[in-house]
């Protein structure tokens, strides 16, 4: 089973004054997160495997683009960041998985004109 990244926050108290997001909402959060060696977010970059909210709680299971990508460790904490900022949202958790292995097919067409891939 893929590890679970330890949270060093203990989310935002203040969600229960705002309704549960959307999933929309989640997603348009994650786009704020740049990957910091190829400057893309990383939603259009197909890092983004799944995210799911229930009980204010957000369960997110992502990929990096390598096993040894060295931005790794400040993409997942500006990921889980960005979720706990959204309104609604009490904690969020992220899981790192390498299965499947991302591909550049996983990009979406903006990130490829971006990174100049035809």
């Known amino acids: 089973m893929p590890p679970i990244i330890p949270t060093e926050s203990a989310g935002n108290p203040e969600a229960v004054n705002h309704p549960e997001p959307k999933e ?3 997603i348009e959060a994650l786009k704020q997160v740049i990957d910091p ?3 893309v977010n990383i ?3 197909g890092l983004v495997y799944t995210v799911q909210i229930e009980d204010r709680q957000v369960q997110m299971e992502m990929t ?3 096993p040894t990508c060295p931005a790794g460790p400040q993409i997942i904490h500006q990921s889980k960041m960005a ?4 309104p609604g ?4 958790n992220i899981r790192l998985t390498m299965s499947p292995p991302w591909t550049p097919a996983r990009m979406t067409d903006d990130a490829r004109d971006m990174l100049g891939i035809f």
Do not use: N
């Open 89 to 92: 949202v009490a904690k969020a």
């Open 24 to 26: 929309e909402q989640l």
């Open 83 to 86: 979720l706990e900022q959204v």
């Open 43 to 45: 939603v259009d970059l």
């Open 64 to 66: 990096l683009t390598s």
């Open 37 to 39: 060696e190829l400057m």
